[in-house]
């Protein structure tokens, strides 16, 4: 990666916060529990999943700086939105976790030397992963379960929701 594609990615994922609070504000909150025919997870259940990969991340991150060539945990998303009970979680106490979350990891990674975006950590599901690999996982994070997010509501809409 590029030292300007890096810096362009390091400042997306800084605003992620921002990004995530302002993509979510036009879904009705009497919707966020709803799934679609096909049984996708509610809106509240992404907003749970992302407070908990932003802790794994976290210390994905900081194993990447600080213990490179030691493995990465994997997880089952789907495991832990079932178990966990994320129908039932907390939407703005999980937002604040993953700000704080967010936040401390930017401020680490926009102050880090050339050399440590090199340093690899072997994941069981993707193999040797870089801390470049691992921004450009993360920075796309919010936008892509945006994305899926605005599915639902399409879904929820065409089910007559909101009329």
Known sequence: MTYDERARKVASYGGGYET????????????????????????????????????DSYIRCR????????????????VWASALGYSDCDVPEMLELFRLLRARSYALIKSLPESAW?????????????????????????????NYMQDNYAAWQAAGGGR
């Not at 993509?23 to 407070?51: K, N, Q, T, V, Y």
């Not at 194993?63 to 789907?78: I, K, Q």
């Not at 994941?123 to 919010?142: K, Q």
């Open 20 to 55: 995530l609070v302002a993509g979510i504000a036009g879904f009705p909150e009497e919707m966020w529990d709803f799934r679609d025919e096909h049984g996708c997870w509610s809106i509240r259940e992404h907003l749970i999943h992302i407070a908990d990969s932003e802790a």
């Open 118 to 146: 090199a340093n690899t950590c072997y994941h069981p599901e993707n193999g040797d992963m870089t801390l470049d690999d691992w921004l450009s996982v993360y920075e796309s994070h919010i936008p892509e379960h945006l």
């Open 63 to 78: 194993r990447l700086v600080a213990e490179p060539g030691r493995p990465l945990l994997d997880y089952d998303e789907n």
